[in-house]
């Protein structure tokens, strides 16, 4: 699980200083919501959300960024399904290649599980991550036209999928 020196692991619990640091800043109104502010918890990982739902890339031994990947469904018929329920890299880290192996990983992961297909949602006007998602054979499945009202402007919701 290596791009150039970025390598990729499993989470674990000693992660949640860095990763809440990395989220509390990775954000902005094109790629999430400017209501969830960082002060609203203080820890990364919840009962919910703990480690194993989480892929941590690191660069020469930093943490510098994050991919949340979880079942999709809670039931049977949906488990060939896994949803990316967040990307995000330190900014001073974008643009090396760290996105790409986070996706990387979580295509092996996938695999790994035995699933058929990855699917996650981005904001169109998340131009880089698009890029990203479309370089890795993302395509969009469904347009969900004017689904949020962002800093005075509606943008549509994009779902993607990959199969695997
Ligand atoms: C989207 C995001 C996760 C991408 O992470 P990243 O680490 O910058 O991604 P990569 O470096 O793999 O790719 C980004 C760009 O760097 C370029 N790049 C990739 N590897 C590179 C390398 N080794 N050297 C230089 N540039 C490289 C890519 O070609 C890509 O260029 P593009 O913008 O023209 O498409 C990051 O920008 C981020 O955290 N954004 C805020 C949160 C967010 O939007 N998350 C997604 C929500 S759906």
Request: charged share 30%.
């Given at each position: 699980m290596t791009e150039n020196r970025v390598t990729v692991r499993?989470?674990?619990?000693?992660?949640d200083a860095v990763l809440l640091a990395i989220d509390s800043f990775a954000w902005d109104a094109s790629s999430g919501f400017p209501s969830f502010g960082a002060a609203d918890h203080?820890?990364?990982f919840t009962e919910a959300r703990g480690p194993d739902a989480h892929l941590v890339a690191e660069i020469d031994g930093n943490v510098?960024?994050?991919l949340r990947l979880e079942n999709k469904y809670p039931f049977e018929e949906g488990a060939g399904v896994l949803a990316i329920n967040g990307v995000a890299v330190t900014a001073?880290?974008?643009g090396q290649?760290?996105?790409s192996a986070l996706l990387d990983a979580a295509t092996a992961e996938g695999k790994r599980r035995?699933?058929?297909k990855l699917t996650l949602n981005v904001h169109s006007t998340n131009l880089g991550a698009r890029r990203l998602y479309e370089r890795h054979g993302y395509v969009i499945e469904g347009t969900h036209p004017q689904e949020f009202l962002i800093?005075?402007?509606y943008i549509d919701k994009l779902s993607l999928a990959k199969f695997l």
């Open positions: 499993r989470a674990v619990e000693s992660d203080d820890t990364f510098v960024g994050y001073s880290a974008r290649g760290v996105g035995g699933a058929r800093e005075g402007n």
